[in-house]
């Protein structure tokens, strides 16, 4: 696609409950991060997938968080057992080969409220 | 480990007005550094890219200026308007080219 395709756009689930969250990058970019965005706060990194390396999960705030990311492309991000406090807008990017002209570009976000 | 931070947090000014927003950041050895918008309950649209090579990049009204020594970027608005009001994030590609270290922005409004 033209650019990054995050779905569903807004998701609201019960305490408890797991959920889903897809990211559909840009054709060709290896690399693919997801922030979390809490209301009126800075964008939190999650995690991040670069080509067929071990991704980098230092940013995930607990087990009941995982991602994966099947084929170098498409990407989904899970939590288990959801608590209010995983209410946020998850962002998901990507971007080409790393280096100095690498360009981070972001989907729409999905807004998860936990009730 | 990488710490951005952006001041102001929050800025009016009249339309017309030229204003400067900074962002600065601890760990100098960043791949490039980035500059975004958000609008309400949107994603981020990407503004500008300086590498780490580079001092400064412009596109039409905005020009975004590196410092990395010190540790500070800035974004130069001109000739504001209402539709530039927005949040502006910069972030910081450091860690093996593999981290975004986002500041937490500064919400920016231009009032007519």
């Known amino acids: 696609g033209a650019g990054v395709s995050q779905s569903p756009s807004n998701k609201v689930t019960e305490k408890g409950k797991d959920v889903e969250l897809r990211c559909d990058p840009i054709?060709?970019?290896?690399?693919l991060y997801w922030y979390r965005q809490s209301l009126g706060q800075g964008l939190e990194f999650l995690i991040y997938f670069q080509g067929n390396s071990a991704p980098d999960k230092s940013g995930l705030p607990s087990d009941r968080f995982s991602a994966e990311r099947t084929g170098g492309s498409v990407s989904t991000l899970t939590i288990q057992r959801t608590q209010q406090e995983d209410s946020a807008v998850y962002l998901c990017?990507?971007?080409?080969?790393?280096?100095?002209?690498?360009?981070?570009?972001f989907g729409q976000g999905t807004r998860l409220t936990v009730v | 480990k990488q710490e951005v931070t952006q001041i102001p947090a929050a800025l009016s000014v009249p339309e017309g007005e030229n204003l400067v927003l900074n962002c600065s950041f601890t760990?100098?050895?960043?791949?490039?550094l980035q500059w975004f918008r958000q609008d309400p309950g949107k994603g981020l649209t990407s503004l500008l890219l300086i590498q780490s090579s580079q001092r400064e990049q412009t596109s039409g009204r905005l020009n975004a200026s590196l410092d990395k020594s010190s540790g500070r970027s800035t974004l130069y608005i001109a000739a504001s308007q209402p539709g530039d009001s927005a949040t502006y994030l910069c972030a910081a590609l450091t860690g093996g080219g593999n981290k975004l270290t986002f500041g937490t922005g500064t919400q920016l409004k231009v009032e007519l």
């Open positions: 054709s060709g970019h290896t690399a």
């Open positions: 990017a990507s971007s080409s080969q790393g280096g100095g002209n690498t360009e981070a570009f």
């Open positions: 760990d100098s050895a960043i791949y490039n």
